[in-house]
Structure formats: C-alpha cells, structure tokens
C-alpha cells in the first residue's frame, strides 16, 4: 500500500526553525520527485518546495533562501527544513510524490500521483 507519513509540524516562534520529515512506503521511490506543499485557510494549494529524482531543487519565491529541500533515498524520506520562518508560513503541509518522467522537480500539484495526510505548521508572531 503507498503512504506517505509527514512529520514534525508544530508551533514556533517568528524567526524560528522546524524540520518536516515525509517517509514513505509502497513504490519506487528513489524514481519519484518529491514536493512541499501548503495551503493555508482561505487560499489555494501552493507548491513550496521540489526535489527530483537526481536531486535538482526548486523553490517558490517566498520561501527562498530560507527552506531546504533534500531527500535521502535509504530511508524513502523527503525532508523539509524551514528556517526564519514567518507567521505568512502558517499552514497544513503536504508532501506528495510523482514519478520522475520529466527529470526535473515540479511544484504543480496536478501532477502528482500520491499525496500524504499533512502536518500543521504554526507561526507565533
């Protein structure tokens, strides 16, 4: 069965730092790209963050520089490290998983074939 499982969500401070975990179960995935999302209420779903099967990254713009993506293939797991975080990141956090035809790390959603359950990040001003 496919799962994927995100962890490490949380309530932290502005300026602060987190480290989501996505592991996951059930296909190929060191063939997968692997993506961040969030959606916050209110708003659309927006990709954050991508990594692909080579390890080739791509972020959104409000995040640059201030999160980092990385994977490690042993251990089926994504990770999402968050620094200098701001009350605007408050949000469910997705990881999902696509199947590497393109070579390259993608931040649409629509693309993706399977999708964990989330976890809540929360930014305390």
């Known amino acids: 069965r496919v799962q994927l499982v995100e962890s490490g969500g949380g309530a932290v401070q502005s300026g602060g730092s987190l480290r989501l975990s996505c592991t996951a179960s059930?296909?190929?995935?060191?063939?997968?790209?692997m993506t961040w999302f969030r959606q916050a209420p209110g708003q659309e779903r927006e990709g954050v963050a991508g990594?692909?099967?080579?390890?080739?990254?791509i972020y959104t713009d409000s995040v640059e520089g201030r999160f980092t993506i990385s994977r490690d293939n042993d251990k089926t797991t994504v990770y999402l490290e968050m620094n200098s975080l701001k009350p605007e990141d408050t949000a469910m956090y997705y990881c999902?998983?696509?199947?590497?035809?393109?070579?390259?790390?993608?931040?649409?959603?629509?693309?993706?074939?399977?999708w964990g359950q989330g976890t809540l990040v929360t930014v305390c001003p």
């Open positions: 999902a998983a696509m199947e590497d035809y393109r070579g390259s790390p993608s931040l649409s959603g629509g693309q993706f074939d399977y």
């Open positions: 059930g296909f190929y995935f060191s063939r997968y790209c």
């Open positions: 990594i692909d099967s080579r390890g080739h990254t």
